[in-house]
């Protein structure tokens, strides 16, 4: 398996408390990714970096950010957690970007909203 | 815009009979494709992926996928289900600009 931690693995937390998911990797790759995954709607990406203090929006941004400071890792803050944030979260790792380059993906974190 | 469908959301055979989780994309272009894997509470693993390298790609635990560009279906087959394949199944397609867009997912149960 690809040496990715996500962390905590599980939280709870209450509407309006800021939350932050950390993804740690040990392989040295440069492109990160946060995904959501949410029933009938597959993984849908939130946010990803393509290197130290480089990141970009994806498809379900909004209410979202995310910092990466160093290569292994790559933080992503819900400032005021919401209950339609509640979700289980995935991070993804690649080498390269390019449309034939797969993800590796950490065990993820479920995080639920009350 | 490249999207994925997956035709079935559950998909239930029995032990030792073939498995067929079905995939259709669109794309303007032509895609890279993935099929992933994910056992109950945990990541998600790669099993093949298609690059235009060979149509019929064979993948890990037996499963095999063929890209049929004239029908926009990237189907995934295994001869012979196990126990252990008891998972859900993503279809993935890369879009133009390196993202991966995910299909919904399918349920595999394997009856005894």
């Given at each position: 398996?690809?040496g990715?931690?996500?962390?905590?693995?599980?939280?709870?937390?209450?509407?309006g408390?800021p939350v932050?998911?950390r993804c740690h990797?040990t392989?040295?790759?440069?492109?990160m990714?946060?995904y959501?995954?949410?029933p009938?709607?597959g993984?849908?990406l939130?946010?990803?970096s393509y290197g130290?203090?480089?990141?970009?929006k994806g498809e379900v941004?909004?209410?979202?950010s995310v910092?990466r400071s160093?290569?292994e890792?790559f933080?992503?803050?819900?400032e005021?957690a919401?209950?339609?944030?509640?979700?289980v979260y995935?991070c993804a790792i690649?080498?390269?970007t390019?449309?034939?380059?797969?993800?590796?993906?950490?065990?993820?974190?479920?995080?639920?909203?009350l | 815009?490249?999207?994925?469908?997956q035709?079935?959301?559950?998909?239930s055979?029995?032990?030792?009979?073939?498995?067929l989780?079905?995939?259709?994309?669109?794309s303007s272009?032509s895609?890279s494709l993935?099929?992933?894997?994910?056992?109950?509470?945990k990541?998600?693993q790669?099993?093949l992926?298609y690059?235009?390298a060979a149509?019929l790609v064979k993948?890990?635990?037996?499963f095999?996928?063929?890209?049929k560009k004239?029908?926009t279906?990237?189907?995934?087959t295994?001869?012979s289900?196990?126990m252990?394949?008891?998972?859900?199944?993503?279809?993935?397609?890369s879009?133009?600009?390196?993202?991966l867009?995910?299909?919904?997912?399918t349920k595999?149960?394997?009856?005894?």
């Amino acid at each position: 398996d690809a040496g990715i931690t996500q962390s905590p693995r599980h939280k709870v937390t209450e509407t309006g408390t800021p939350v932050t998911l950390r993804c740690h990797q040990t392989e040295n790759h440069r492109y990160m990714y946060w995904y959501r995954q949410d029933p009938g709607h597959g993984l849908r990406l939130i946010h990803y970096s393509y290197g130290v203090k480089d990141t970009d929006k994806g498809e379900v941004s909004d209410g979202y950010s995310v910092s990466r400071s160093k290569t292994e890792d790559f933080l992503l803050t819900l400032e005021s957690a919401t209950s339609s944030q509640t979700s289980v979260y995935f991070c993804a790792i690649s080498k390269q970007t390019g449309n034939n380059q797969p993800q590796h993906f950490g065990d993820g974190t479920r995080l639920s909203i009350l | 815009a490249q999207s994925v469908t997956q035709l079935d959301s559950h998909v239930s055979v029995s032990e030792g009979t073939p498995v067929l989780l079905r995939c259709n994309y669109s794309s303007s272009y032509s895609p890279s494709l993935f099929w992933y894997v994910q056992h109950p509470n945990k990541g998600l693993q790669l099993l093949l992926k298609y690059t235009s390298a060979a149509t019929l790609v064979k993948g890990i635990n037996g499963f095999e996928a063929e890209f049929k560009k004239s029908e926009t279906s990237f189907h995934l087959t295994k001869p012979s289900a196990h126990m252990s394949d008891a998972a859900e199944y993503f279809c993935v397609v890369s879009d133009s600009n390196y993202q991966l867009i995910w299909g919904a997912g399918t349920k595999l149960i394997i009856k005894p």
